[in-house]
């Protein structure tokens, strides 16, 4: 057995701890493949999960699935720092891990703009070839820089990193510079657009309560809705259909804004209300429960994105301070997280499209069991029905990137100012 807890020379790691960090590196691998691989298939098979925020994560899992590639590898080439596997290893490592962190970035950035700028799932897709330009370019040129970069001093740039090659312990700088650094700024800015449309939120969710809920029964349900489509922005956007948006008109009207941007309209009740008749409506969900919504969903992609970096930037800064020395546990635990990137936004993916993955499972489950029927079972109808080719609920794909919350949130959104 070996101490994990022990310093020891970065050139002689115990066997024991290299052969622990192999395997978890490829587990954890294993879980993340195999997480991308389902959020490519549902996006690709099912309307029901092509939201706007769902796309983004969808593009993010090519990214994630690469980075796979390179931690499947391991330490396979980390004693051959001139082979052409050790520097496709590196630049894989160096180039898609911080996409992902951008990713995230982007995700937050379209909470930003549906909130407060009113774009709606149009608007949205139309700005995301730049997010693909950004989240992936904007790492390359590092990344294929260290490939020919190698000094008589130093050597190369990508080589034993411990973990798998990558940027080695020569170059610790480069390391904190161009990595770690460049994706806490990221996460931290991340924190913050979602820190300041949540506590609008809770603002305004506090004024509202203090109307008599008694002569204004309407006022909970609106805010739940409105509240409801930023929690599910935070990963991904609830499951509302707009078809049935179009049919019904809300009995109550509400517009929402931020007191440093512009003043409150006046929320209207229509005479149906007051007269004492509305209509009939769904059992409503408390404010309470919404901003509780919003919380956990917040929670889980925050408590994700710490737990993926804040081990692995615990090491690099201890490497970077104590020249030649690492702490074993630190590294394992890198080993497990850092591969992890698609299983997390997998498990967040699958929380918050819970009723489309259900769905999923629910068509695979009932495609299954008619194809165990004999083929002369049933009626003709019942024969066609049973032939015709997999899709949910048969309803057709168009307009469904719409039939989203981003809709029903920019209609909600806080109005900017023109004047300072």
């Known amino acids: 057995m070996f101490n994990i807890f022990a310093k020891e020379s970065v050139a002689f790691p115990s066997q024991g701890a290299l052969r622990a960090i192999t395997i978890v590196e490829r587990i954890g691998s294993v879980f993340s493949l195999l997480g991308c691989l389902f959020i490519i298939i549902t996006f690709s098979s099912s309307s029901a999960f092509r939201k706007p925020i769902n796309r983004l994560v969808f593009y993010a899992s090519f990214g994630n699935m690469a980075v796979n590639v390179g931690t499947l590898i391991a330490r396979s080439y980390v004693d051959d720092e001139e082979s052409a596997g050790c520097q496709i290893q590196g630049f894989l490592i160096q180039q898609f891990l911080p996409s992902d962190a951008l990713w995230s970035l982007a995700m937050a950035f379209n909470v930003y703009l549906t909130f407060y700028f009113k774009f709606d799932a149009e608007k949205l897709k139309r700005i995301e070839k730049w997010y693909l330009l950004v989240c992936y370019g904007l790492p390359f040129p590092i990344a294929l820089a260290y490939i020919f970069i190698n000094t008589t001093e130093k050597g190369r740039i990508y080589g034993d990193a411990i973990l798998w090659c990558w940027v080695n312990s020569n170059w610790d700088v480069l390391r904190v510079a161009t990595f770690y650094g460049p994706i806490w700024v990221i996460i931290l800015a991340t924190f913050f657009i979602y820190i300041r449309c949540g506590s609008e939120i809770y603002r305004k969710r506090r004024q509202l309560r203090k109307a008599d809920s008694s002569s204004h029964g309407g006022y909970d349900l609106e805010l739940s809705r409105f509240e409801e489509a930023i929690v599910a922005k935070t990963t991904v956007t609830t499951e509302v259909h707009h078809s049935s948006q179009q049919t019904e008109v809300d009995p ?38 919404a901003a509780w919504a919003y919380t956990k969903v917040s929670m889980l992609f925050f408590t994700a994105l710490l737990i993926t970096w804040i081990p692995s930037s615990a090491n690099r800064v201890f490497s970077l301070v104590h020249t030649g020395e690492t702490v074993v546990a630190l590294e394992i635990l890198s080993a497990i997280v850092l591969p992890l990137q698609g299983f997390w936004n997998a498990i967040i993916y699958c929380v918050t499209s819970w009723s489309a993955v259900k769905l999923f499972f629910s068509e695979i489950s009932h495609r299954t069991s008619r194809e165990n029927l004999p083929s002369d079972f049933g009626s003709p109808q019942q024969k066609e029905h049973r032939d015709l080719p997999f899709s949910f609920g048969g309803r057709s794909n168009k307009g469904s990137e719409d039939s989203d919350s981003m809709t029903e949130l920019a209609g909600n959104a806080i109005p900017m100012s023109k004047s300072p």
């Open 252 to 289: 109550y009207s509400i517009n929402i804004s931020s007191d440093r941007y512009a003043a409150p309209a006046p929320i209207v009740a229509p005479a149906s209300a007051t007269q004492g008749k509305p209509k009939k409506q769904k059992k409503k969900k408390s404010s309470n429960d």
